[in-house]
């Protein structure tokens, strides 16, 4: 099992960004999947959690900004993120435990599978 991320690179304010993340080993969209980041001397942080049916949990600070959408042909999930903010910098990680549901802890929960992480700036 593992998972690849990519995508990331430098946006000005207000702009927009896609991320992928691959799945390799096994088919990532039938899992839940989800979204984490973390920004420099700060915690992780949970960005946004899907599950297989579609349902999807997110942080405060990202809803009606990031939507979360599977491509079954591609083997891969995608991160769109719209507006974005000067302090959504930060490496962002896709994770999933091989389930198909997110829990309501999903962004405190330690997820057995991670990708390395791709590098978000968001300057002008």
């Known amino acids: 099992v593992q998972l690849q991320a990519s995508g990331g690179g430098l946006v000005q304010p207000g702009g927009s960004l896609r991320l992928s993340c691959e799945g390799s080993?096994?088919?990532?969209?039938?899992?839940?999947v989800a979204w984490f980041r973390q920004a420099p001397g700060k915690e992780r942080e949970g960005v946004l959690c899907s599950s297989y049916e579609g349902s999807t949990l997110s942080s405060d600070s990202v809803k009606g900004r990031f939507t979360f959408s599977r491509d079954h042909a591609n083997n891969l999930v995608i991160l769109q993120m719209n507006r974005l903010k000067p302090e959504d910098t930060a490496v962002y990680y896709c994770a999933t435990d091989l389930m198909r549901r997110c829990g309501f802890g999903w962004a405190g929960y330690e997820y057995p599978y991670w990708g390395q992480g791709t590098l978000v700036t968001v300057s002008s």
């Open positions: 080993g096994f088919t990532l969209p039938n899992y839940a």
